[in-house]
């Protein structure tokens, strides 16, 4: 019963290695992917084709967005924009991103305007088709405040990754936006941010991850998915909680977050989802 709310699948099962989608050791219940070019959403749904073909039981959330830190360099805005849209009118895509802002340097900063501009496309998109958004954002929590009209208006909102405090965290749920914050090993790294806040934010805000193969700590080249259970074990530690009561408070935040009003879990094949609103 693990969810993991953020990993790459592409990147984490490169061709030849597509029979560890089946492995026992892949304990996940629940797990949102994202791509951000054509070519690798095309991947990602293969792969998910071949998980469903073996039997793994885990239900993906395939997800496609425009990441901030490649904002001028995959497509064109407007063949993006028809892509993203394609997918959305196709039921294709059960959430929009990663997608957010990224001022972490001054490479990225000087792309902040081309980065807005993918950004409001983005949030336009999904508001309009129903669906969630997972949010890549450092060292720009003020723009998701600036923005908190637009994105009230989404059915859900993952931070991936959060990097703010608790208190800007439930700031940003006053604000009416229907806020999760996900958290991975930076947990395992003394951050003391997200470990205050998986602490003690609302249990039903929680969401936890891995960002395979990237967010690794200090010595690693790469981080494997089935690492998901040590950021579980870390969590309850900080939390107190029991691994069973954990992995059920996850669930259900995964399925509220990622899910609700798009189908049932076991009644939708989760390739393609029912989309409340879907575009015309």
Known sequence: MLCDAHFHLVQCFPQGEQELLASPDLDMAYACCCAHSPQEFYVQQELIAAARRA??????????????????ELLPVREYTDFLETLLREHRIMAVGETGIDLYTEEFRSRLVF???????????AG????????????????????????????????????????EALSLLRRGINAYFSFGKPLLNNNKRARLCTQTLPA????????????????ELRTDPREI????????RLRRME????????????????????????????????IAGAMK
């Open 115 to 125: 980065q807005q501009q993918v950004w409001y496309i983005q949030l336009e998109l």
């Open 128 to 167: 309009t088709a129903g669906v969630p958004v997972v949010i890549h954002c450092r060292k720009a929590l003020d723009y998701m405040f600036r923005d908190a009209g637009l994105l009230k208006k989404i059915p859900a909102v993952v931070f991936h990754s959060f990097i703010g405090s608790p208190q």
């Open 55 to 72: 039997g793994h039981p885990c239900r993906y959330v395939p997800a496609f967005g425009m990441h901030p830190q490649a904002a001028d």
């Open 243 to 274: 691994l069973p009561a954990l992995q059920s408070t996850v669930a259900e935040n995964f399925r509220a977050a990622f899910m609700s009003g798009m189908h049932a879990p076991g009644a939708t094949d989760p390739a393609r989802p029912k």
């Open 229 to 236: 259970r040590r950021v579980y074990d870390e969590a309850c």
């Open 204 to 219: 039903d805000r929680l969401l936890l991850e891995t960002d395979a193969p990237y967010q690794t700590l200090k010595g």
